[in-house]
């Protein structure tokens, strides 16, 4: 696609339950990031992948937040039992090749998470 | 420790003045160097970045920034401001020879005045 699309835009939610936001990166793009961002502050990383694999997830909070990327293009970001807390913007980002350059990573619009 | 700082907070100009958004940088090695604009309710937009080669880098919007390796600093720069430039700006560093993780500075708040 032309740019990084994240789906949903928004999702409010109840403390305890499940959620799943969806990363369609930009066509041809190997290299794949989830950050998360809250109100007035820069993104915090939270898992970076090359390809279908996760080259590096130490970002994640802890083990209610998992991310797959099956088919090497399409990413999911799933939270388990979810936390006031985990309210925040989840950015999905994409960059042509890995994470070891000076490519540009593109962002998405961001799904915004409300845990009530 | 890699580092980025962006000591202000806000910046306000008047329209048509020049602007300066600062950023200074800290890593081990040699950086990438990026910068992101946020506006109101949206993701993250591309500025600018140094990766290598001349200093003054320009970018979308009329936007430059000119890497400074002894100040290590990559401050943002536009001649004259529009209000459409209101908006969050974001400084990003990368360590190309020992780390891949961008590192974000805090953001600056960029006001401009009609």
């Known amino acids: 696609g032309a740019g990084v699309s994240q789906t949903p835009s928004n999702k409010v939610t109840e403390k305890g339950k499940y959620v799943e936001l969806r990363c369609d990166p930009i066509?041809?793009?190997?290299?794949l990031y989830w950050y998360r961002q809250s109100l007035g502050q820069g993104p915090e990383f939270l898992i970076y992948?090359?390809?279908?694999?996760?080259?590096?997830d130490s970002g994640l909070p802890n083990d209610r937040f998992f991310a797959v990327r099956p088919e090497g293009s399409v990413s999911t970001l799933k939270i388990q039992r979810t936390e006031r807390g985990d309210s925040a913007v989840y950015l999905c980002?994409?960059?042509?090749?890995?994470?070891?350059?000076?490519?540009?990573?593109?962002f998405g619009e961001g799904s915004w998470l409300t845990v009530v | 420790a890699q580092s980025v700082a962006q000591p202000e907070d806000q910046v306000k100009v008047a329209e048509g003045n020049p602007l300066t958004v600062k950023c200074t940088y800290s890593?081990?090695?040699?950086?990438?160097l990026f910068w992101y604009v946020q506006y109101p309710n949206r993701g993250l937009q591309f500025l600018l970045k140094?990766?290598?080669?001349d200093n003054l880098v320009k970018g979308s919007y009329g936007f430059e920034a000119e890497f400074n390796k002894s100040q290590t600093s990559f401050h943002l720069k536009k001649p004259s401001a529009l209000v459409s430039d209101s908006a969050l700006y974001f400084c990003?560093?990368?360590?190309?020879?020992?780390?891949?993780?961008?590192?974000w500075g805090a953001g600056t708040k960029l006001i401009i005045k009609p």
């Open positions: 980002a994409s960059s042509l090749t890995g994470a070891y350059s000076g490519n540009t990573i593109y």
């Open positions: 066509s041809g793009h190997t290299a």
């Open positions: 992948f090359q390809g279908t694999g996760a080259a590096d």
């Open positions: 890593v081990s090695g040699n950086p990438y």
């Open positions: 140094y990766i290598t080669g």
């Open positions: 990003a560093v990368r360590d190309r020879d020992s780390n891949y993780q961008l590192i």
